[in-house]
């Protein structure tokens, strides 16, 4: 179960939208206050752009916000919409694919994981993360 | 966030050596047509199962592969963790070693809570239990709340 970068970055970049708001946040802001790479913060923001997460303004006092509250966004919406499903075994060719007998449990394993991880991500909202109310 | 083909190839060919009669060694070839699996992958796996201690290497002409240690020693974390690395990472670091300030210090709790939560399976879970399709009482409650364990 490996996040990637750009998730986290992502999550970090919303807390700061939603730290601001409804302030107009620019790009090098960003990339400065969570130290991230500007080019990095560009791409990953365009990303929530399309997700739906923040709307852009263009022009001199352009820069990003949110498009939803931020207790109305889970981290587990963040994490799918940049890492795509939490659990999922990479495809093999069909007919390859073996969950016959000795690994017959294994597939309802990998969703029991899932279903774990997904308790977790989808119980917390970036409105819960800048409280720091995010419980045991 | 995914489960690597490699962790899961990597279970299953342990669940197969662990149903071997006997505990008699597997060739590789036939641990890789009984699961299905890409021979030369497997074979790389196996190395890193046999690097972590997980299983042991046979010579001979009835030789091949057995688990190093009793199925129910074994747990489906500790396979993971040979092939694959820490159960969960982000950025590719283990959580405990990144750092956050301001508005995303509560988030290093998130990625520790969703280490525990991972954690809470598979560490639980031996090889033996998943072969004999047996749960601990706890991953058990957690599988009837949710139906875990039919096959989509």
């Known amino acids: 179960m490996h996040v990637s970068a750009k998730a986290d970055y992502a999550v970090r970049a919303l807390l700061l939208l939603a730290e601001h708001a409804p302030e107009v946040v620019k790009v090098e802001q960003l990339a400065v206050e969570q130290d991230l790479p500007q080019q990095y913060a560009e791409g990953i923001l365009n990303d ?89 | ?40 992958f497997l074979e790389r796996i196996l190395g890193d199962l046999r690097r972590g201690g997980l299983v042991a290497s046979v010579r001979g002409r009835s030789g091949g592969f057995r688990l190093a240690r009793p199925s129910g020693e074994i747990t489906l974390a500790e396979i993971i963790r040979a092939v694959d690395g820490p159960l969960v990472t982000v950025r590719d670091e283990r959580p405990p070693s990144l750092e956050y300030e301001g508005s995303a210090a509560s988030l290093l709790d998130v990625w520790i809570a969703l280490r525990a939560s991972v954690r809470s399976v598979l560490d639980e879970v031996t090889l033996a239990a998943l072969v004999a399709g047996e749960l601990p009482a706890h991953v058990r409650e957690m599988a009837a709340h949710e139906d875990a364990w039919t096959n989509p």
Not at chain 1, 48 to 68: C, D, I, N, P, Q
Not at chain 1, 87 to 97: E, H, I, K, N, Y
Request: hydrophobic share 40%; charged share 25%; proline share 5%.
């Open chain 1, 48 to 136: 929530l752009r399309k997700l739906g997460f923040v709307t852009s303004r263009r022009g001199a006092h352009g820069g990003y916000s949110l498009a939803r509250e931020a207790r109305e966004i889970a981290v587990g919406d963040v994490v799918r919409g940049l890492d795509g499903p939490l659990v999922t075994v990479r495809a093999v060719p069909p007919g390859r694919l073996t969950y016959d007998g000795v690994a017959r449990h294994l597939p309802a394993l990998w969703e029991l994981t899932d279903q774990r991880l997904r308790e977790v991500l989808d119980g917390v909202t970036l409105d819960d993360l800048l409280r720091g109310a995010v419980g045991a």
């Open chain 2, 1 to 40: 966030m995914r489960v690597s083909a490699k962790a899961d190839y990597a279970v299953r060919a342990c669940a197969e050596l662990a149903s071997s009669p006997h505990g008699d060694p597997v060739a590789a070839e036939d641990l890789a047509t009984g699961q299905g699996l890409p021979s030369s």
